[in-house]
């Protein structure tokens, strides 16, 4: 059986005062420790209208998560209303 992560990631730093960028470093890090923990893969959730953990890029920020893991899958989810859309990469 193979687990994966379904999460988001947001630009800001859940800490005060980090900077603007930081929550996409956290994103690649925390994926880099769940493959190391043995998840297999990571969906990129985005709430489109909404107003938070919405990536304008997550082909890029999925790329970057590629290059920084070894063997993990990756996939996207857009959600949008009562519209949900997923596509993924091995």
């Not at 790329?63 to 996207?76: E, V, Y």
């Amino acid at each position: 059986m193979r687990f994966g992560i379904f999460g988001a990631a947001q630009a800001g730093s859940p800490r005060p005062g980090g900077p603007m960028g930081q929550g996409f470093h956290d994103f690649i890090d925390f994926n880099v420790e769940a493959e190391a923990l043995g998840y297999h893969s990571t969906f990129l959730v985005e709430h489109h209208f909404t107003g938070w953990n919405q990536v304008s890029a997550t082909l890029t920020l999925l790329t970057w998560l590629a290059a920084a893991t070894q063997n993990g899958g990756c996939g996207r989810c857009a959600v949008g209303g009562s519209t949900t859309i997923s596509s993924n990469c091995q």
